[in-house]
């Protein structure tokens, strides 16, 4: 039974019917210290963390609390450097922070404190740190298998005074390790990417979150034999339980909910919703739980809304909703101490500058000093640039708490009357509610890869530009140019993701899930791991679908060039809307060449009048394979993609569905470049009859923001909270149409010009995999890309960074 729990939390408190109206003239001090610090991200939310807060290391994903509650320990596993944090709990200072090669989740003290027991990750082992004078010395390890490519990949785990129970991802296990003899005892299978398990309080039941299911496992601790299943929401993960054992609570990072177990009966009692608003659609993300020491109240870290959720869970069953309090980017683990609530914060406090790069130094440099040959310190590449943070706050009480609440509400742009009645205006082309008809019929979706703004229109004078960081101007990109002068500029649009394992997901589902945000970050920093972000892995799916399952569901016409076509058979609905002929991604094939088999398929539907209402196109040769020799140089591969996009926009502006049509083209992600505003600013284009002439656009927009926009044409409801709260670009749409067609600019570029000089440059490139996007190191990328267009010895400037600026609609003109 799913609990009408939503009793508007500001109404409790101020008796007002909008929680974003109330205006209270007594509210503290610190609260007001907040506001007036918030925080704006680039994706449009913003933060106002609570409580104090130390410096951790990238992407913390576990805290634990030592058995007297006198030590902490945080996990850090992010694409840069990895580490354990060993912390004072009653200082609240760094006692240790040691670097680890691979690490992932598990981590947990011995009984007697003298140990720290860690997750190796991919190394396929546990780590054994013992614990003297308040620092962490590497004391052994337990061996599980080979390190990777062995898939193994040991997480979240749990312990006893004589044993380690750990899951495994990778090859979907149990393990029971025996501490004195450092062994393995017993192995049994688990179903779909086990996440983490937690021991009743007698240590005779164990019980294990199925991550890519949707269920808990309850197990026999002594010989791992199977007692119960017990069905829970998509995508469980961390779980508490209480004192007496009687009651376990599961967060689900594929859903915005908790659930409440009866461990005596087996059963869910009771499901908690976490949003900030009933029946939201996906993208609250919770994926941490911790109980009050006198277990009256849950808190829960939403992740992707960047807040705990509060309820008070004293009578079982009858829980109710308290409030939420404010956190830092992407919340991955809470724990209490007494009235201490401590939160990890994934991705820190800011989408901050990076004035010291990207200018990475090749782990091959004689000045590199790293540990681990992927990390390259100070090169604040974007897949290590947000450092994680620990917050530290006293649990507010109840007048601080609805204080706590109300900067949620106003840190969060997703509300169910955005959701219903997006912004707008009257009688554009895009409608202002779900379901009414624009006289745009055909969408058209083109995918790119990896570019920032500065890079390729930095260039473009009327634009918020910086020229010093333009790699591919006007010569080299003159259609992509032509289409940001003619149609619209867009100066000020940000990408949702970090880089293309999430990027993709982004762009097709306005989500990411926590599978995604948590994995991608361990293949990327070269630990190891698969890239199966495109479809090809269940666990990485949003619980309600991508893009063309809601375009289905309502009735609509669907055709993928090349989008998530790896692995059709996990995409029923995509499975038969593929173009087979349209490659995969394949950095050997021209997209020129891509644009004459869409071009000669797209005549062919014309002409019986089949043309798909939505069209997702990939071309993603901007990419570039650096200096790798017997292929096109990084200037040929960019200008390649150049002018397939404009011969695509020539041809269909030269069909008969030209005025009913309307072409979106972004990158999937920033990450292989340089942008003074801000690491997610990227470059987006739109061109359609209905599209609006030499006009320039400052609105801030994202990818989320797009797929709205393209989901208002089609009729359909956003897939998450955050296309939900997203603004419709229809200020770059006329309600006239104008009928006058795009042509293309022909290349300037020689697009056969092939690497061809040996070089340190072409080494390193040809030992990068090109297979998949980003399988290979981008801060390495990056420096090959700048170097191939600036030369050999050319060293990437320092860009100059400002904090993300959000524009008002008074900065608006649509000529300069």
């Given at each position: 039974m799913?609990s009408s729990?939503y009793?508007f939390?500001?109404l409790i408190f101020?008796?007002?019917q909008?929680?974003?109206?109330?205006?209270?003239?007594?509210?503290?001090?610190e609260?007001?210290?907040?506001?007036?610090?918030?925080?704006?991200l680039?994706?449009?939310?913003s933060?106002?963390?609570a409580g104090?807060s130390?410096?951790?290391q990238?992407?913390?994903?576990?805290?634990?609390?030592?058995?007297s509650?006198?030590?902490?320990?945080v996990?850090?596993n992010g694409?840069?450097?990895q580490?354990?944090t060993?912390?004072?709990?009653?200082?609240e200072q760094?006692?240790d922070d040691v670097?680890i090669?691979?690490?992932?989740?598990g981590?947990a003290?011995?009984?007697d404190?003298?140990?720290?027991?860690a997750?190796?990750?991919?190394d396929n082992?546990?780590l054994?740190?013992?614990i003297?004078?308040?620092?962490l010395?590497?004391?052994?390890?337990?061996?599980?298998?080979?390190?990777w490519?062995v898939?193994?990949?040991p997480?979240?785990?749990?312990?006893?005074?004589?044993?380690?129970?750990?899951?495994?991802?990778?090859?979907n296990?149990l393990y029971?390790l025996?501490i004195?003899?450092k062994s393995?005892?017993t192995?049994?299978d688990?179903?779909?990417?086990?996440?983490t398990?937690i021991?009743?309080p007698?240590?005779?039941?164990?019980?294990?979150?199925?991550?890519?299911?949707?269920?808990?496992?309850?197990?026999?601790s002594q010989?791992l034999s199977?007692?119960?299943a017990?069905e829970?929401?998509k995508?469980?993960?961390?779980?508490v339980?209480?004192k007496?054992?009687?009651?376990l609570f599961?967060?689900?990072g594929n859903?915005?909910?908790v659930s409440?177990?009866d461990?005596?009966?087996?059963?869910?009692?009771?499901i908690l919703?976490?949003?900030?608003?009933?029946?939201a659609?996906?993208g609250s993300?919770?994926n941490?739980?911790a109980?009050?020491?006198?277990e009256?109240?849950l808190?829960?870290a939403n992740a992707?809304?960047?807040?705990?959720?509060?309820?008070d869970?004293e009578?079982?069953g009858?829980?109710?909703?308290?409030?939420?309090?404010?956190?830092?980017w992407y919340?991955?683990?809470?724990?209490?101490?007494?009235?201490?609530?401590?939160?990890?914060n994934g991705?820190g406090?800011?989408s901050?500058?990076?004035?010291?790069g990207?200018?990475?130094i090749?782990?091959r440099?004689p000045q590199y000093?790293?540990?681990n040959?992927q990390?390259v310190k100070g090169?604040?590449?974007i897949?290590?640039?947000?450092?994680g943070?620990?917050?530290?706050?006293?649990a507010p009480n109840?007048?601080l708490?609805?204080?706590?609440?109300?900067?949620?509400y106003?840190?969060?742009?997703?509300t169910?009357?955005?959701e219903?009645n997006?912004e707008?205006e009257?009688?554009?082309?895009?409608?202002?509610?779900?379901?009414?008809d624009?006289p745009i019929k055909y969408?058209?979706?083109?995918i790119?890869?990896?570019?920032t703004?500065?890079?390729?229109?930095g260039d473009?004078?009327?634009g918020?530009?910086d020229?010093?960081l333009c790699?591919?101007?006007?010569k080299?990109?003159p259609?992509?140019?032509?289409?940001?002068?003619?149609?619209?500029l867009?100066?000020n649009?940000?990408?949702d993701a970090?880089?293309s394992a999430d990027g993709h997901?982004w762009?097709t589902a306005?989500y990411?899930n926590?599978?995604v945000e948590?994995s991608?970050?361990?293949?990327?920093?070269g630990?190891g791991?698969?890239?199966?972000?495109?479809?090809?892995?269940?666990?990485?799916h949003?619980?309600?679908g991508?893009?063309?399952?809601?375009a289905v569901k309502?009735?609509?016409?669907?055709r993928?060039y090349?989008?998530?076509?790896?692995?059709?058979?996990?995409?029923p609905?995509?499975q038969?809307?593929?173009?087979?002929?349209?490659?995969?991604?394949?950095?050997?094939?021209?997209?020129?060449?891509?644009?004459?088999?869409?071009?000669?398929d797209?005549?062919s539907m014309?002409?019986i009048?089949?043309v798909?209402?939505l069209?997702?196109?990939?071309m993603g040769?901007?990419?570039?394979a650096?200096a790798r020799l017997g292929?096109?140089?990084?200037?040929?591969?960019?200008?390649?993609?150049?002018l397939?996009?404009?011969?695509?926009?020539?041809?269909l502006?030269?069909?008969?569905?030209w005025e009913?049509s309307?072409?979106f083209?972004?990158?999937d992600?920033a990450q292989n470049g340089?942008?003074?505003?801000d690491?997610?600013?990227?470059t987006a284009?739109?061109?359609?009859?209905?599209?609006k002439r030499?006009?320039?656009?400052h609105?801030?927009?994202?990818?989320?923001?797009?797929?709205?926009?393209i989901e208002l044409?089609?009729g359909?409801?956003?897939?998450?909270q955050?296309d939900?709260a997203?603004t419709?670009?229809?200020r770059c749409?006329?309600?006239n149409?104008d009928?006058?067609?795009?042509?293309?600019?022909?290349?300037?570029?020689?697009?056969?010009?092939?690497?061809?000089k040996?070089?340190?440059?072409?080494?390193?490139s040809?030992?990068?995999?090109f297979?998949?996007?980003?399988?290979i190191?981008d801060?390495?990328?990056?420096?090959?890309v700048?170097?191939?267009?600036?030369?050999?010895?050319?060293?990437?400037?320092a860009p100059?960074?400002?904090?993300?600026l959000?524009?008002?609609e008074s900065?608006?003109?649509?000529?300069d």
């Amino acid at each position: 039974m799913r609990s009408s729990l939503y009793i508007f939390l500001i109404l409790i408190f101020f008796g007002c019917q909008n929680p974003r109206n109330v205006i209270n003239d007594l509210e503290s001090k610190e609260t007001q210290a907040l506001r007036n610090n918030r925080i704006q991200l680039p994706n449009g939310w913003s933060l106002t963390p609570a409580g104090n807060s130390l410096n951790l290391q990238d992407l913390p994903l576990n805290l634990v609390v030592s058995p007297s509650k006198t030590l902490l320990a945080v996990t850090n596993n992010g694409q840069s450097t990895q580490s354990i944090t060993l912390i004072d709990a009653q200082s609240e200072q760094v006692l240790d922070d040691v670097t680890i090669a691979k690490a992932y989740l598990g981590l947990a003290f011995s009984p007697d404190e003298k140990y720290l027991y860690a997750s190796g990750g991919n190394d396929n082992k546990i780590l054994i740190y013992k614990i003297i004078d308040k620092k962490l010395i590497l004391d052994g390890e337990i061996v599980l298998d080979e390190p990777w490519p062995v898939k193994v990949s040991p997480a979240g785990l749990c312990v006893t005074d004589k044993y380690i129970y750990v899951v495994s991802k990778e090859n979907n296990s149990l393990y029971k390790l025996n501490i004195e003899s450092k062994s393995i005892e017993t192995r049994i299978d688990l179903p779909a990417e086990p996440y983490t398990c937690i021991l009743s309080p007698d240590k005779s039941t164990l019980y294990v979150s199925i991550w890519g299911g949707a269920s808990i496992w309850v197990l026999d601790s002594q010989d791992l034999s199977f007692k119960s299943a017990i069905e829970t929401d998509k995508n469980p993960n961390d779980m508490v339980l209480t004192k007496d054992g009687k009651h376990l609570f599961v967060s689900h990072g594929n859903d915005n909910t908790v659930s409440l177990i009866d461990t005596e009966s087996l059963t869910r009692i009771e499901i908690l919703s976490c949003s900030l608003y009933p029946d939201a659609p996906l993208g609250s993300t919770p994926n941490g739980v911790a109980l009050s020491d006198d277990e009256h109240t849950l808190y829960i870290a939403n992740a992707d809304n960047n807040c705990l959720a509060v309820f008070d869970v004293e009578i079982k069953g009858k829980s109710r909703p308290l409030g939420f309090i404010p956190t830092g980017w992407y919340p991955t683990a809470v724990k209490t101490i007494g009235n201490k609530i401590y939160l990890t914060n994934g991705k820190g406090f800011s989408s901050s500058p990076n004035p010291d790069g990207p200018n990475p130094i090749s782990s091959r440099d004689p000045q590199y000093k790293g540990p681990n040959p992927q990390v390259v310190k100070g090169s604040q590449y974007i897949g290590g640039l947000f450092k994680g943070t620990l917050s530290i706050f006293d649990a507010p009480n109840e007048r601080l708490l609805a204080e706590y609440s109300k900067l949620v509400y106003e840190n969060t742009p997703y509300t169910k009357e955005k959701e219903l009645n997006p912004e707008g205006e009257k009688g554009n082309p895009i409608p202002m509610k779900v379901g009414e008809d624009s006289p745009i019929k055909y969408v058209f979706y083109i995918i790119k890869e990896n570019r920032t703004y500065d890079q390729v229109l930095g260039d473009i004078k009327k634009g918020n530009g910086d020229s010093t960081l333009c790699l591919f101007p006007e010569k080299v990109t003159p259609n992509l140019h032509a289409l940001a002068n003619e149609f619209v500029l867009l100066d000020n649009f940000y990408v949702d993701a970090e880089v293309s394992a999430d990027g993709h997901n982004w762009s097709t589902a306005a989500y990411a899930n926590d599978y995604v945000e948590k994995s991608w970050v361990t293949s990327y920093g070269g630990r190891g791991g698969t890239y199966d972000y495109e479809g090809s892995r269940k666990i990485a799916h949003p619980k309600n679908g991508f893009l063309w399952d809601f375009a289905v569901k309502a009735g609509l016409s669907v055709r993928s060039y090349g989008i998530f076509t790896g692995k059709p058979e996990f995409l029923p609905n995509l499975q038969n809307n593929i173009c087979t002929k349209y490659p995969d991604y394949d950095l050997s094939i021209k997209d020129s060449l891509r644009f004459e088999i869409w071009k000669t398929d797209f005549d062919s539907m014309l002409a019986i009048e089949k043309v798909p209402r939505l069209n997702l196109v990939r071309m993603g040769n901007d990419h570039t394979a650096g200096a790798r020799l017997g292929l096109p140089t990084t200037s040929a591969m960019v200008a390649d993609n150049d002018l397939a996009v404009g011969m695509f926009v020539e041809h269909l502006s030269k069909s008969s569905i030209w005025e009913q049509s309307v072409v979106f083209i972004l990158e999937d992600d920033a990450q292989n470049g340089s942008d003074h505003v801000d690491a997610h600013r990227s470059t987006a284009y739109v061109a359609g009859g209905f599209v609006k002439r030499n006009y320039v656009d400052h609105t801030p927009y994202s990818t989320s923001g797009m797929l709205r926009t393209i989901e208002l044409i089609l009729g359909l409801p956003p897939m998450s909270q955050y296309d939900a709260a997203a603004t419709p670009m229809f200020r770059c749409f006329s309600q006239n149409v104008d009928a006058k067609g795009f042509v293309k600019r022909n290349n300037q570029i020689d697009l056969n010009e092939m690497n061809v000089k040996f070089n340190k440059n072409a080494a390193i490139s040809a030992k990068m995999d090109f297979s998949k996007p980003d399988l290979i190191d981008d801060l390495e990328l990056n420096r090959i890309v700048w170097q191939s267009v600036k030369g050999l010895n050319s060293v990437m400037p320092a860009p100059k960074r400002s904090a993300f600026l959000r524009f008002s609609e008074s900065d608006e003109d649509d000529d300069d």
